[in-house]
């Protein structure tokens, strides 16, 4: 009977989980839920920074394609706030390339608002054709075919 009682002893005793590994496991458990919040934390602030950041593109865009269409004049300004986010500024820069009928015009947008260490920034460029070459075409077209149609007005419609 006592090797009976020693069996009984063993087993009881090995059945439960002893304090190191109730203190392990909890903190294993406590260091995986400070990680876990720390990444969603982290992507919490990229999501917002995404978010800002396509603003920033959208914003760029519309000011290209409002130079693009001739609405703006493609010439170099600085830090003007945006009419329709004035949470936003955007500067306009100006290049030239090999090629004299196209111009470079890149359009940089950087937040305003000083609630960021470090102000996002945004920069798209575009070549596009330019509008003083569009214009000396223009008026050379008309000139052209201002010419050739007044003259066949005066050739059929004379008496």
């Known amino acids: 009977m006592t090797g009976d009682r020693k069996r009984n002893r063993r087993s009881a005793a090995s059945a439960g989980l002893s304090l190191l590994e109730v203190i392990l496991a909890i903190a294993i458990l406590g260091g995986s839920i400070a990680v876990i919040g720390e990444l969603v934390r982290l992507g919490a602030r990229q999501a917002e920074e995404a978010r800002e ?65 470090i102000p996002l920034y945004y920069s798209l460029t575009r070549w596009i054709l330019d509008p003083n070459l569009e214009l000396e075409l223009s008026a050379l077209d008309a000139m052209g075919t201002g010419s050739s149609s007044s003259s066949s007005v005066d050739s059929s419609g004379g008496p």
Do not use: H
């Open 53 to 117: 950041l396509t603003i920033a593109q959208l914003l760029c865009e519309s000011k290209l394609e409002e130079i693009a269409a001739g609405v703006i004049a493609p010439e170099a300004v600085g830090d003007v706030p945006f009419d329709l986010d004035p949470r936003w500024s955007y500067s306009i820069e100006i290049g030239s390339l090999d090629n004299p009928d196209l111009l470079q015009v890149t359009v940089m947008a950087q937040q305003v608002d000083g609630s960021r260490e």
